[in-house]
T-cell receptor, first 113, second 111 residues
Framework: GAGVSQSPSNKVTEKGKDVELRCDPISGHTALYWYRQSLGQGLEFLIYFQGNSAPDKSGLPSDRFSAERTGGSVSTLTIQRTQQEDSAVYLC???????????FGPGTRLLVL | SQELEQSPQSLIVQEGKNLTINCTSSKTLYGLYWYKQKYGEGLIFLMM???GGEEKSHEKITAKLDEKKQQSSLHITASQPSHAGIYLCGADMDSNYQLIWGAGTKLIIKP
């Protein structure tokens, strides 16, 4: 079946602009994760959604970052007033239930000029 | 210090040779995941280990979790160009949904 998809695959924006990144998880997966990967670094946890529960936003680096998940499926990560240090690959993953294997999308490469 | 350390950071191996990548934790692991990442792609799930002493194999890749459940190794036998990429380990240390990630090992296969 279809895997996790993310769009856009690449995004170039100017400093100060807002961006929206989209994630379509695997159908039926209740858990959804957003991560950030900077060049040569491991994965930095951003936010976690599980079903209809309140999301775990503990990894969001600043109040410029927000995310929502509509209808328990598609998720959007929004970065307001982008800064150059926001440049990274943003990865989305989903799993059938918490603590089960996470399946990753191809990521969105964000470059802030 | 890092909770989860991967070694080496990078590895250049002649095609056909064997290699080992390690992932060491400061805490007991409830689960350990191995993923592979190619440039421009997301992470591809390889294997998941939970029990002390567990060993799993897929094609030419074998992953083990030690008895104390604090270290895992990923061993590739007779390496091929298709094995090139970045290998990441992710650990469940607190029996919850958040994984702690290693910094990755970049593997280059020389023809």
């Amino acid at each position: 079946g279809a895997g996790v998809s993310q769009s856009p695959s690449n995004k170039v924006t100017e400093k100060g602009k807002d961006v929206e990144l989209r994630c379509d998880p695997i159908s039926g997966h209740t858990a959804l994760y957003w991560y950030r990967q900077s060049l040569g670094q491991g994965l930095e946890f951003l936010i976690y959604f599980q079903g209809n529960s309140a999301p775990d936003k503990s990894g969001l680096p600043s109040d410029r970052f927000s995310a929502e998940r509509t209808g328990g499926s598609v998720s959007t990560l929004t970065i307001q007033r982008t800064q150059q240090e926001d440049s990274a690959v943003y990865l989305c993953a989903s799993s059938p239930w918490p603590q089960e294997t996470q399946y990753f999308g191809p990521g969105t490469r964000l470059l802030v000029l | 210090s890092q909770e989860l350390e991967q070694s080496p950071q990078s590895l250049i191996v002649q095609e056909g040779k064997n290699l080992t990548i390690n992932c060491t934790s400061s805490k007991t692991l409830y689960g350990l995941y191995w993923y592979k990442q190619k440039y421009g792609e997301g992470l591809i799930f390889l294997m998941m280990l939970q029990k002390g002493g567990e060993e799993k194999s897929h094609e030419k890749i074998t992953a083990k979790l030690d008895e104390k459940k604090q270290q895992s190794s990923l061993h590739i036998t007779a390496s091929q160009p298709s094995h090139a990429g970045i290998y990441l380990c992710g650990a469940d240390m607190d029996s919850n949904y958040q994984l702690i990630w290693g910094a990755g090992t970049k593997l280059i296969i020389k023809p």
